[in-house]
């Protein structure tokens, strides 16, 4: 079936420093890829997505690219600010009518200023 | 800009009450879909609807229910419950089956002692 693995935090950064989080999935067939942020005390929302091979999804400074050769697709941001501390779900869709979302398990980030 | 709009957002029952978790969209989304969140575990489907009067089994269903008589209504129940229900609940809605844009709510905590 469809996983999802992302790294393990919680990840701790300096303000500016360079984020990476790790995502690789396991999934039949052409999945679309997304990273979800869920800040603190709120429901997630869809920070970036890809749905095809080599796709890059951007967003609020974020970036990942979908890999299809490594199955991965890692979140990068240049120099993360205090304000983009919080948890970060990478998500794979199968597509058509299957209705499931598969999340990994988050990772928590925290920036310190 | 409402959104999803879930209720209670904390709420303590004992082992064996019974409750409603309430869950409003205003986006006309014939997709909703109940997840809940415990902590390192990511998300987990528990229930979908696919439009008013359908609704079908997630990933984790047992001790809980849900009606679809509305569009914009999808109640969570939870019959008889117990401590392993202890979680974060996130309502989610979407335009599409097809895409994984999930649009969550802020979440209902709930506590079974």
């Known amino acids: 079936g469809d996983s999802v693995t992302q790294m393990e935090g919680p990840v701790t950064l300096s303000e500016e420093a360079f984020l990476t989080i790790n995502c690789t999935y396991t999934?039949?067939?052409?999945?679309?890829l997304f990273w979800y942020v869920q800040y603190p005390g709120e429901g997630l929302q869809l920070l970036l997505k890809?749905?095809?091979?080599?796709d890059k999804g951007s967003n609020k400074g974020f970036e990942a690219t979908y890999r299809k050769e490594t199955t991965s697709f890692h979140l990068e941001k240049g120099s993360v600010q205090v304000s983009d501390s919080a948890v970060y779900f990478c998500?794979?869709?199968?597509?058509?009518?299957?209705?499931?979302?598969?999340f990994g398990k988050g990772t928590l980030l925290t920036v310190n200023p | 800009n409402a959104g999803v709009t879930q209720t209670p957002k904390f709420r303590i029952l004992k082992i064996g009450q019974s409750m409603t978790l309430q869950c409003a969209q205003d986006?006309?989304?014939?997709?909703m879909y109940w997840y809940r969140q415990d902590p390192g575990m990511g998300l987990k489907l528990i229930y979908y609807?696919?439009?008013?009067?359908?609704?079908d089994k997630g990933e984790v269903p047992n001790g809980y229910n849900v009606s679809r008589s509305t569009t914009e209504d999808f109640p969570l129940r939870l019959e008889l419950a117990a401590p392993s229900q202890t979680s974060v609940y996130f309502c989610?809605?979407?335009?599409?089956?097809?895409?994984?844009?999930?649009?969550f709510g802020e979440g209902s905590r709930l506590t079974v002692l």
């Open positions: 989610a809605s979407s335009y599409s089956s097809s895409t994984g844009e999930l649009f």
């Open positions: 999934a039949t067939g052409y999945p679309s």
């Open positions: 890809a749905t095809k091979a080599d």
């Open positions: 998500a794979l869709h199968s597509g058509g009518s299957n209705y499931k979302l598969t």
């Open positions: 986006m006309n989304h014939n997709y």
């Open positions: 609807s696919v439009g008013a009067g359908i609704t």
